[in-house]
């Protein structure tokens, strides 16, 4: 089989097919501003229900967009301050890790080249 062909989109499987126009260019740009539409239509229908809140907070105006956008942001920020304090050096395991060992040449299985 050679692997320096392209590949043939008929024989890709019925959703593949369909999702062939995320690969073309320009596909981001559309998906970031069809995400950032639903944002903001989702925002808007914010305002077209009555609320029903046990804390006066939950009156605000997309409340529960912005918690959730400040939330996300401090769960990021504080895991890669809690990176700073349980990350370990390269080679923490030192001579216990199993890729240090050595292993003797007469008892490997080496592959053979057929080609």
């Given at each position: 089989?050679?692997?320096?062909?392209?590949?043939?989109?008929?024989?890709?499987?019925?959703?593949?097919?369909?999702?062939?126009?995320?690969?073309?260019?320009?596909?981001?740009t559309?998906?970031?501003?069809?995400?950032?539409?639903?944002?903001?239509?989702?925002?808007?229908?914010?305002?077209?229900?009555?609320?029903?809140?046990?804390?006066?907070?939950?009156?605000?105006?997309?409340?529960?967009?912005?918690?959730?956008?400040?939330?996300?942001?401090?769960?990021?920020?504080?895991?890669?301050?809690?990176?700073?304090?349980?990350?370990?050096?390269e080679?923490?395991?030192?001579?216990?890790?199993?890729?240090?060992?050595?292993?003797?040449?007469?008892?490997?299985?080496?592959?053979?080249?057929?080609?």
């Amino acid at each position: 089989m050679d692997n320096n062909k392209p590949d043939n989109p008929d024989s890709f499987p019925p959703l593949g097919r369909a999702l062939l126009w995320v690969d073309k260019p320009g596909s981001a740009t559309k998906i970031i501003y069809a995400l950032a539409a639903v944002c903001v239509a989702l925002g808007l229908l914010d305002f077209a229900y009555q609320k029903h809140a046990e804390f006066a907070v939950e009156y605000l105006p997309n409340f529960y967009g912005f918690y959730g956008f400040i939330m996300f942001t401090a769960l990021i920020l504080l895991a890669k301050a809690l990176r700073f304090f349980i990350k370990r050096p390269e080679n923490y395991y030192g001579d216990k890790a199993v890729d240090s060992e050595t292993y003797p040449s007469d008892q490997l299985d080496k592959a053979q080249n057929d080609a």
